[in-house]
C-alpha cells in the first residue's frame, strides 16, 4: 500500500512542480516518494530487466544518455530515462513516478538511466538492469570518491557474470571489468588529428590486473586511448566491437564499420560518446548503424560543457570542467591552445564549497599539462577568485608562463571580472571557472540589457 | 653551485594520484633558481634493482592501497637500505595515502589487511568514506619553525608510535582525535598532506634542499628565494579556514 501513496504523491507533486518551477521536476517528486516507500523503485512493474542499462562512469554520462535517448526515439523506440541528469535514486524513482500508470505499470520499450557511479550498487538493488555502459573511471571529485578504485571497488560487485557490459576500449581502469567477463561489448576510436601523446615525466596510471605501469601508444582524450601494461598482458584490444575511424573535425564526419555519420560536436572526448551510443542502440534495441546515423545530424547536447557570451564586443568563451577533475580542465586546455588565434585566458575555479568542508583544493591542475597552452598566443592571462587565485596563477608560472602575462585578483566580483576582460586587446576571451560565477556573470548582463 | 642533486621518483605510474608529480616540479623549479643541476630518475621497472644510497631524495607520491602489495614487495628486498637511507639523514618523501606502504599493518574496510614494509611505526584503518579538507600546521624541519598549508583526502586514520611531522591547527590529523599530522624519520617525513606539498610550501623545500646540501658536505646553502606568491596564498587560504570556523 505504501508505494501507491508513494506513487500518487509523487504524481501529485510533478504535476504541481510543472506549474511552479519546472527545474526542481528532476528529483524532487521521486526524494519525497522514497521518504513513503524506500523501495519504491523495486516495486514499479513490467520492467524487464533486461531492457535497462545503467549508465556510468566519470564523464560523458549525461551527453551519452541523450545521445543514445535521441538516437532510439529517432528510430520509434519509447524510452523512459532521467535525461535531465538526476542520477542518484531519487532521480529514477522520479522518472519511473513520471512515465508509470497509477498502479505503478511501465510500458517502454527501454529503460535508460545514467547512474551516479558511487550510488550504482544502492539503484541496482531495486533496479537490477542486465546492461551496464561504464563511459571511464578517472579521477574526480576527490572530495567525495577519493580515488579512482575507491569507486572501481563500488562498482565490482554489481559486474555479475549475467550482466551485459558496454566497454571503453581505450580507457584501462572501466576496460578492465571485461578481463573475465564473457558478456562484453567494446567500443572506441582510432587514432586522429587531435590525438597527443605525454612526456614521461607525467604519471600515467597502474595497471588494474597486475599494478605495473600503463603505457599509452598515444591519448585521444586525457587517460583514454590505445594502452598497453608494461609488466603483463593487458592492452587495450586492437580494434573494438563499435570502432569510430576516420575522425574528420574540421568537417565534422566519422565512420564507424564504414558508414559515414555527421559529428554535431566536434570536441576529441565526444568521439567516445558517439561510440558508446552506437554499441548500446545496435546491442540493446537492434538500431543498425545506418538507422542510427541520420539522428546524429538532429543531435543538442543538453548542459553541454561550452557556452558563449557576447560581452562588449568580446567574445568569452565558457569552458565548463568539473570539480576535481583533471580530465575536463585537460580538454579545455587542449581546445584553448589549439586556437591559434591571440586569446586571453581567465581562469576562475575557485575552492570547492558543494560539499562541507569547503576547501582550497587545486592539485588537480598539476594532473594537468599545461605546456602546449603557455606556448600558444595568449596576450593575457587572469587568474581570480577568493583565496586559490595565487595557486592558479603559480600553477601557470609553473607551466612556463612569464608572470608579467598573469594578473591576479583575489575577487569573485562579477564587475571587477567583466572589467578586465574589457581591458584586453583581444576580443578572444577564454574562461573557466565554477558555474556558479558563470551564471552570475549571465544575470549582470541580462541586467544590463534590460536597463 | 657545483654539487648535483639526484631525486629518484619511485613507480610513479602507481603512485600516480592527486597532482603530486607537482613535489618534483618544486624541487626542480627551486633548484635550478639556485643553479643546482638535479637529475629525476623514474624507478618503474620491477624488473631492475633500485639503489637507494645513489640518491639524495626519494620521493613516493599518493596511490591506491589496492596497487601497494607490488611495490612492496619489490622494495623488500632494499628494506635495510631504505632505512639506512633515513637514519644517515637523506630526505624520503612519502605523501598520502602511500605512507600505508612504509607503517605496519593496514586494517581495510573490508576486514582484510595489508603489511607494509615496517619502516615507520604506523599502523592504519581504512576509512570507509575519503575525508578532504584543507590542511594547516606547524611544523619544524631542519629546526625551521614553518607553517604547513596544504590539502588533505585522507583514506585512512594514522595511529603511530614515531614522532609526528605536525602539529595540527586546521583540519583532520593524523585521525579524528589526534592533533599531529604525518610522521618525521630525521630529514624524511611520511605526510598526507597533497598539494603539491612543496608547490604551496616553498619554504620547506627550500630546507630539504638545504638538508641535502649539507648531507654533501659542500658548505653550500640554498639563497633567499621570492616566495612572495606562495606567501599571498598561504595568508588568503588562513583567511578562509578561519572564516570557515567561525561559520
Known sequence: MSFYIALWLGKILNIIINVVDKNRGTNFAGKQALKICGNMVSKFKDIDFDKVLFITGTNGKSTSNNLINHILKCNNKTVVSNLEGANLLPGVATALIKASSLTGKLKADYFIFETDERFLPIIYRQLPAKNILITNLQKDQVQRNGDPDFIFRKLKPVMGKDMRLFINNNEPRSASFGYDNKRVVTYGVSKHGESFVKGEDIPTMPCPICGGSIIFDYYNNDGVGAFHCADCDYQSRERADYQIDNVDFENRKFTCDGISFDMPYNIPYMCYNYAAALAVVKELAGVDLVDAAPAFASFKNVGGRYEVLEYNGKTIKYMRIKQENPETVQSAINVMASDETAKMVCLGPGPLIDIVPNYTNTFYTFDCDFSKLACSDVEKYFCFSEAVCYDMANRLIYAGVPEEKIVVIETDDVDTIFDVIDGAKTDNVYLITWLHTFEGMKKKLKLKERQ | ?247
Open chain 2, 1 to 247: 653551485m657545483n654539487t648535483q642533486i639526484r631525486i629518484a621518483v619511485l613507480f610513479h605510474n602507481t603512485f600516480y594520484i592527486h597532482g603530486d608529480r607537482g613535489n618534483i616540479l618544486a624541487l626542480q623549479k627551486m633548484s635550478k633558481a639556485a643553479n643546482i643541476p638535479v637529475t629525476v630518475e623514474y624507478i618503474d621497472d620491477f624488473a631492475s634493482s633500485f639503489e637507494p644510497d645513489e640518491y639524495d631524495i626519494i620521493f613516493c607520491g599518493p596511490g591506491e592501497i589496492s596497487c601497494f602489495a607490488r611495490v612492496r614487495d619489490y622494495l623488500a628486498a632494499k628494506k635495510e637500505e631504505l632505512k639506512g637511507f633515513i637514519e644517515k639523514g637523506k630526505v624520503l618523501l612519502v605523501t598520502g595515502t602511500t605512507m600505508c606502504l612504509f607503517g605496519n599493518e593496514t586494517l581495510r574496510c573490508d576486514g582484510s589487511k595489508f603489511t607494509g614494509l615496517g619502516i615507520i611505526n604506523s599502523n592504519f584503518t581504512e576509512r570507509e568514506y575519503p575525508y578532504g579538507n584543507d590542511l594547516y600546521y606547524k611544523a619544524k624541519y631542519n629546526e625551521k619553525e614553518m607553517e604547513i598549508f596544504g590539502s588533505q583526502i585522507q583514506m585512512m586514520d594514522v595511529i603511530s608510535e614515531d614522532k609526528p611531522f605536525g602539529k595540527l591547527i586546521y583540519g583532520m590529523g593524523n585521525s579524528k582525535e589526534s592533533e599531529f599530522e604525518g610522521v618525521q624519520l630525521n630529514n624524511s617525513v611520511f605526510t598526507n598532506t597533497l598539494g603539491p606539498l612543496l608547490v604551496l610550501n616553498p619554504w620547506l623545500t627550500k630546507e630539504i634542499l638545504n638538508v641535502v646540501l649539507t648531507n654533501k658536505a659542500t658548505g653550500e646553502i640554498m639563497p633567499d628565494l621570492d616566495m612572495s606568491l606562495e606567501l599571498k596564498s598561504l595568508e588568503a587560504k588562513k583567511k578562509f579556514t578561519e572564516k570557515k570556523q567561525v561559520e
